[in-house]
């Protein structure tokens, strides 16, 4: 799978987008992004995947650059309870794993 | 919204011991899984389970770990003679389709070994 970079951590405020990067310039053509967080200690929580094209669902949108390099997770309007470490992942369909990094951990700030 | 149960949320236990961590996934899915996160480290793989059988496993999955389907709704994890280097968080996950897409993760199981 290919690795991907994250800042370590950021900050933003409450009721601002959260524009999460994440840089995975080895991506293969047949590999997906996913963005996972993680609350806590609590289990990692599924956001958002996509393999080219920006998507958008109840939590965040993904826009995913047109070389697939690095993508932008965004959380449009950030609440006290998004704060929480923020994993991009990159995996081929059909894989079983996830390989976790260290993720970004997103402070949302009153 | 269903959710992946695991018991119990916390267990103690001495070195040399056996345990077993228990999990209910969400009930229609098919693939189950098991992680593990040592204390300020990151969420590492371990294995993978899929009709009955175990389809991916990492090098941390040597001997003494084992998992299991004992009937239609429990999946568990089973170390065989725990060491201290076990102590982690170890996370139950579920998902009705192969890969990465959309696992759904349980709470957690915190084992201590002393």
């Known amino acids: 799978d290919a690795k991907t970079t994250q800042p370590p951590s950021m900050d933003c405020a409450e009721g601002r987008a959260a524009n999460l990067p994440c840089n995975h310039s080895t991506i293969s053509g047949n590999e997906y992004v996913y963005w996972y967080r993680q609350i806590h200690s609590q289990g990692p929580q599924y956001i958002i995947h996509g393999l080219k094209n920006n998507e958008t669902n109840e939590m965040a949108s993904l826009i995913i650059t047109e070389d697939r390099k690095s993508s932008t997770l965004i959380l449009p309007h950030a609440t006290l309870r998004d704060t929480a470490v923020y994993y991009c992942i990159v995996s081929g369909a059909g894989s079983y794993q996830l390989t976790f990094g260290k993720g970004t951990k997103l402070s949302v700030i009153p | 919204e269903p959710e992946v149960t695991q018991t119990p949320s916390h267990q103690v236990t001495q070195m040399g011991q056996e345990v077993i961590l228990r999990c209910v996934p969400i009930?229609?899915?098919?693939?189950f899984y098991w992680y593990r996160q040592i204390l300020g480290q990151k969420v590492e793989f371990l294995v993978s389970?899929?009709?009955?059988?175990?389809?991916?496993k990492s090098e941390i999955f040597d001997d003494q770990f084992s998992v299991e389907r004992p009937d239609g709704s429990n999946f568990t994890l089973k170390i065989r003679s725990t060491k201290l280097e076990d102590s982690a968080m170890y996370f139950c996950?579920?998902?009705?389709?192969?890969?990465?897409?959309?696992?759904?993760f349980g709470s957690g199981t915190q084992l201590s070994v002393l």
């Open positions: 009930s229609n899915h098919l693939y």
């Open positions: 389970f899929y009709n009955n059988e175990i389809s991916e």
């Open positions: 996950a579920s998902s009705m389709d192969r890969g990465a897409e959309k696992l759904f």
